[in-house]
């Protein structure tokens, strides 16, 4: 299938989407009046009330993350952080130019084999083709402000991959990072969703009637060091019908599509005011899970010619490989957090655990994806999914307390993405 045609099938799914969505919202906020954010009573089949996911005379002791839901947003004020200021979260974050395979394992995981012809045309590697290994710039943490040395990845944040590491922070409190461009030619930035910022830690720069004598924009040249302060206000903290914590995101802003499909996208999770523990996670939350489904166009990349002259025998002079559809194609890497066909490592969580999984969606008009668990169901919004539907910058929280032991399918439902190996295995314990 042509981009082009792609582009335009696309294009229609999302405007009957968007209308779709538009008449559903009156539902919504009718049920939104009604609950409250508390889930109203039903009758289960036995003729018992049914209160969320168990019967009203059960015990409270399934592991009711659902039942902590936010009131405080409704009831802060600016002037309430005044009075009980949070903490201060410190990080230490860099942009680091980096060599990212897509599929590390060199095979597609979830059929345990090597992979076939139609695969092939985005991993395999070949005198004009970049394969899955692309130079890519990312967000890394760091111990301190020297930026010497990198702080490890534990385990349990092993399934990030491209993302940044993930900001924890309760409302009230001030997220400060210090932030290094070691790109060796780019400028990059970091720019937060969702909370407060004055406009030198923005990280973005457009006519916004200030000049360079009132701000600095937070956009950072090649070797340079830049300080960002954002403050987490009520409003930047869960609304009456989420959970406990909710997810933002950052990501660099100044050519913002080219800096996204390089890879400068990391989480950021804001918990309610007296809902985090002292790293700023919500307490009773077992696992936490953050999942990014973009089509990630290395044409599109900073780095196109980089990858062209690393990994090829061609260059971006040959104007017409890169100007020829099937070229194009190849560099579209269908990726959960920069993997594909499965090789996505660390999602995994034990039965009966209080997940919060945040999804965020990037890119553009081909980016509408719909992420599917197989085996469990979650609750978002009070309703139950095993389905998501999810746009470019889209920012939702589900949450997931899974029943069914095992290895699961977690994709992407759209066939085209499917085939493109959008997708990727959970393991309940």
């Known amino acids: 299938m042509t981009n082009n045609l792609r582009k335009a099938i696309l294009t229609t799914t999302i405007l009957l989407l968007s209308t779709s969505l538009v008449l559903g919202m009156s539902t919504q906020e009718s049920f939104a009046v009604k609950s409250s954010g508390t889930y109203l009573s039903q009758t289960g089949s036995s003729g018992s009330p049914v209160c969320g996911d168990r019967l009203c005379s059960e015990a409270t002791g399934y592991k009711d993350s ?68 692309y130079i890519k710039a990312l967000y890394q943490e760091y111990t301190d402000s020297t930026f010497s040395e990198m702080k490890i ?3 349990e944040w092993e399934h990030l991959g491209t993302l940044g590491p993930a900001i924890h922070a309760e409302v009230c409190d001030t997220i400060k990072i210090v932030f290094k461009n070691n790109s060796a030619e780019n400028e990059f930035s970091m720019h937060p969703h969702g909370v407060f910022y ?11 009637g200030t000049d360079s004598s009132q701000k600095d924009d937070g956009i950072v040249a090649p070797g340079d060091i830049h300080t960002y302060i954002w ?16 997810t933002w995101m950052y990501h660099s802003h100044v050519d913002s599509p080219a800096d996204t499909n390089a890879g400068l996208v990391g989480p950021m999770i804001v918990t309610a005011k007296g809902m985090a523990d002292a790293d700023g996670r919500p307490i009773g939350v077992d696992r936490e899970i953050i999942t990014l489904f973009t089509v990630s166009d290395e044409n599109a990349s900073l780095y196109l010619c980089d990858n062209l002259d690393r990994f090829t025998q061609e260059s971006c002079d040959n104007e017409e490989l890169v100007g020829d559809d099937d070229f194009a194609e190849s560099n579209l890497m269908h990726g959960i957090n920069g993997y594909v066909y499965g090789n996505q490592p660390g999602l995994d969580m034990n039965k009966d655990d209080n997940v919060h999984w945040y999804i965020i969606g990037m890119g ?10 197989h085996g469990n169901t979650a609750l978002w919004n009070g309703n139950r999914v095993d389905v998501m539907e999810i746009m470019p910058a889209s920012l939702k929280v589900v949450e997931f307390v899974p029943d069914n032991v095992g290895t699961w399918l977690f994709h992407c439902h759209v066939n085209d993405h499917i085939a493109a190996g959008m997708s990727s295995l959970f393991t309940v314990k």
């Open 231 to 246: 403050k987490v206000p009520p409003r930047a903290g869960p609304g009456p019908n989420d959970p406990s914590s909710i």
């Open 153 to 155: 990845r534990s385990a």
């Open 364 to 373: 553009t008009e081909v980016d509408l994806h719909t992420p599917h668990w």
């Open 198 to 208: 004055d406009k030198e830690s923005e990280g973005a720069e457009y006519n916004d």
């Open 66 to 133: 659902i039942s902590q839901k936010s009131s405080a947003p409704d009831t802060m004020s600016k002037a309430a952080c005044q009075a009980n200021e949070g903490q201060t979260r410190m990080y230490y974050i860099a942009a680091d130019e980096i060599e990212w395979d897509y599929a590390p394992t060199g095979k597609n995981v979830l059929k345990g084999q090597e992979f076939n012809d139609d695969e092939n045309v985005f991993v395999q590697n070949s005198e004009d083709r970049i394969g899955s290994t």
